[in-house]
């Protein structure tokens, strides 16, 4: 079962498909489960420019931040980068 996501749901609902979820698959062949915050394409410049820097990946047009490569501690330094993303 998935469990709730640890951000507000704001952040989770501003875009018609915000969370992804597929399957990626690694060397072995094993698939892992991923999910991601998806967020406009211009916020990568300015979450890795930002203090801390937020690396993600831009796919189809999309910032997307992977939750599998977030440690639960951070999740209110990373909030509040994307926060700043939108003034």
Same mark, same amino acid.
């Given at each position: 079962?998935?469990?709730?996501?640890?951000?507000?749901?704001?952040v989770w609902t501003r875009s018609?498909?915000?969370?992804?979820?597929?399957?990626? =698959?690694?060397?072995? $062949?094993?698939? #892992?489960?991923?999910?991601?915050?998806?967020? %406009? @394409?211009?916020?990568?410049?300015? !979450?890795?420019?930002?203090?801390?820097?937020?690396?993600? =990946?831009?796919?189809? $047009?999309?910032? #997307?931040?992977?939750?599998?490569?977030?440690? %639960? @501690?951070s999740d209110g330094r990373v !909030?509040?980068?994307?926060?700043?993303?939108?003034?």
């Amino acid at each position: 079962t998935d469990s709730p996501p640890r951000w507000p749901a704001s952040v989770w609902t501003r875009s018609p498909s915000p969370v992804r979820r597929r399957r990626r =698959r690694r060397r072995a $062949g094993v698939a #892992l489960p991923s999910a991601a915050v998806s967020l %406009p @394409e211009s916020y990568a410049e300015r !979450l890795r420019a930002g203090e801390p820097a937020v690396v993600g =990946r831009v796919e189809q $047009g999309r910032c #997307l931040l992977d939750l599998r490569a977030l440690a %639960p @501690e951070s999740d209110g330094r990373v !909030l509040e980068a994307v926060r700043r993303c939108t003034s």
